[in-house]
């Protein structure tokens, strides 16, 4: 990962959160899984309010990518009303090993 993040610059965090219908459609399961393809790190985890919450990391562009896929495309059962993205800022090094959904 770290090298992945030199070839391509800039290292980016944001935190988001997902409204719509996120739960019960396996929404963290592919919301891990594309991460992993895109190579980003961070979290997901459900609430208590009915949204899917979380934090993405990794070079700028992929970052963008996991942004896109989570305002438009989520799981297939998914549908997705509206995404706040917060705290969006560069940082020096990746604070994950990897991608991750917490209970």
Do not use: H
């Amino acid at each position: 990962m770290a090298n992945l993040a030199k070839a391509t610059g800039k290292l980016k965090s944001v935190d988001y959160e997902v409204f719509g219908r996120v739960q019960g459609v396996c929404f963290r399961m592919y919301t891990e899984d594309e991460a992993r393809k895109l190579g980003v790190v961070g979290w997901v985890k459900n609430t208590r309010q009915g949204t899917v919450t979380g934090q993405v990391q990794g070079p700028e562009d992929k970052v963008n990518s996991m942004k896109a896929w989570l305002s438009r495309v989520g799981s297939p059962s998914s549908r997705i009303d509206r995404i706040d993205f917060n705290d969006e800022k560069e940082i020096t090094k990746l604070q994950y090993n990897g991608f991750s959904t917490r209970y």
